[in-house]
């Protein structure tokens, strides 16, 4: 495995593990709302819970959007750089037969 597939896997499990997250987040202010309303907890407690919840949810969907933005624009470049890589044979080759012409 190369480093840029080595850097690719990392970048998608801590995308996936945001992701994992940001369902819990949601699941979990949910079942706060249902304990709220069932009287499990108390409204300041549903409050005080949902708040902490939200704000690392919104952080989260933040972070993993960023992060899949920065991503595609890294691999974009990425695959640019090897095209043009990949080109400079046939630009070498160029350059020789031009100067042989000259010659």
Do not use: H
């Not at 996936?16 to 709220?36: A, G, H, T, V």
């Not at 407690?45 to 933005?69: A, N, V, Y």
């Not at 095209?83 to 044979?89: E, S, V, W």
């Amino acid at each position: 495995m190369s480093s840029l597939d080595r850097v690719y896997v990392a970048e998608n499990q801590k995308v996936d593990e945001q992701s994992k997250r940001l369902k819990e987040l949601n699941l979990l202010i949910k079942k706060s709302y249902e304990d709220k309303l069932k009287g499990n907890i108390t409204e300041d407690q549903f409050k005080e819970l949902s708040i902490e919840w939200q704000q690392e949810r919104d952080l989260l969907s933040i972070e993993i959007k960023e992060s899949t933005e920065v991503s595609k624009s890294i691999y974009k470049n990425i695959d640019l750089i090897i095209k043009f890589c990949n080109q400079i044979p046939d630009i070498y080759q160029c350059n020789i037969r031009r100067k042989a012409v000259a010659s």
